[in-house]
């Protein structure tokens, strides 16, 4: 039930807990399309505690944990400035970074409710917004779309080594 689960903004003491969850969640979603270099690679520059207190340290970013009932942590998402190759990308534009959930998350409208309080986030703080999203995650595109992303470009996302073909969407603000 999604009233079991509660969203809240990280703080600074949260690092530990988003490198956790950002490395399980990532590797449960994604670990099979990668060579064992090329995931280790990955996770230790993009998931690591120091990773995550950089993203905690910058004012310009922000970043929230899923708990459960438990208060045991089961997802989370991150909003900063875009960092993304987009073609003639808007002037103060933000990103949402990553929106992630652990499996017994999944499915009973968390993702949604996690995303409504990112994107809430980013529209007052930036003009445009931008995600990345796997080109072969087709659930997380109709959830997306669901939310008002329009698909405006294919790139390669780097995992290591590996070239993952990633579309970027753009928030409509129609
Ligand atoms: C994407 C995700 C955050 C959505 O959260 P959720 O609580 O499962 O989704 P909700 O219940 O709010 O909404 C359901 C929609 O989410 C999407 N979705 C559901 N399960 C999903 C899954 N395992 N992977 C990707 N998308 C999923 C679908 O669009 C679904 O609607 P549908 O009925 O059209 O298929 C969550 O499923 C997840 O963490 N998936 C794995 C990681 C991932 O793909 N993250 C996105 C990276 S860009």
């Known amino acids: 039930m999604p009233d079991d689960f509660s ?24 670990g099979h399309l990668y060579r064992r270099e090329d ?17 905690l340290g910058d004012d310009r970013t922000a970043a929230w944990l899923v708990r459960d009932a438990d208060e045991a ?32 998350a999944q499915g009973g409208g968390v993702g949604g409710r996690l995303l409504r309080e990112a994107l809430q986030w980013l529209t007052s703080n930036f003009d445009a917004v931008y ?3 796997y080109a072969e995650n087709p659930g997380a ?12 470009h294919d790139y390669h996302y780097m995992v290591g080594n590996h070239a993952d073909p990633e579309w970027i969407m753009e928030l409509s603000r129609e």
Request: charged letters at 25%; proline letters at 6%; one cysteine or more.
């Open 39 to 55: 995931l280790e690679m990955f996770l230790e520059d993009k998931h690591s505690p120091q990773a995550y207190a950089r993203v």
């Open 73 to 104: 942590i089961v997802g989370y998402a991150v909003a900063a400035p875009c960092d993304l190759p987009v073609p003639n990308m808007k002037p103060n534009a933000g990103e949402l970074a990553r929106l992630y959930l652990s499996k017994e």
């Open 7 to 30: 969203i809240a903004r990280a703080s600074e003491g949260d690092a530990a807990a988003l490198s956790r969850i950002g490395r399980s969640t990532f590797t449960d979603t994604f």
């Open 131 to 133: 995600l990345s999203v």
């Open 141 to 152: 595109q109709r959830l997306y779309a669901r939310h008002g992303f329009i698909k405006i």
